[in-house]
């Protein structure tokens, strides 16, 4: 089993930024990828970034050139930095653990990001 904690969410104005981290316990020696998605209500979720335990990342073409992933595996911490954000970025942001212990994917329970324009 993987918890995640998600904190880093909340207001902002268009063309501002926000960080999102997120916090694995347990298991951890078994995440392989980690990644923030977000869901709007009404809507699918939807990926906005990934990245692999060796820092292979990948971006929703939505976020490209504005957000940005990474991982710090000591501390077995994910962030998503959130730069020059817009009205459409407003969700609820999820974190996601994907694991080799039988193809197991746990996530966090979101984090509210507000973008006002």
């Known amino acids: 089993q993987v918890q995640l904690a998600e904190s880093g969410g909340g207001l902002a104005q268009a063309g501002g930024s926000l960080r999102l981290s997120c916090v694995a316990s347990g298991s951890i020696f078994s995440i392989t990828v980690m990644g923030w998605y977000r869901q709007v209500s009404g809507k699918q979720r939807e990926l906005v970034a990934h990245?692999?335990?060796?820092?292979?990342?990948n971006y929703a073409d939505s976020v490209k050139g504005r957000f940005t992933i990474s991982r710090d595996n000591a501390k077995n911490t994910v962030y998503l930095q959130m730069n020059s954000l817009k009205p459409e970025d407003t969700a609820v942001y999820y974190c996601?653990?994907?694991?080799?212990?039988?193809?197991?994917?746990?996530w966090g329970e979101g984090t509210l990001v507000t973008v006002s324009s």
């Open positions: 990245i692999s335990r060796g820092g292979i990342t």
């Open positions: 996601k653990a994907s694991t080799w212990i039988k193809d197991s994917d746990f």
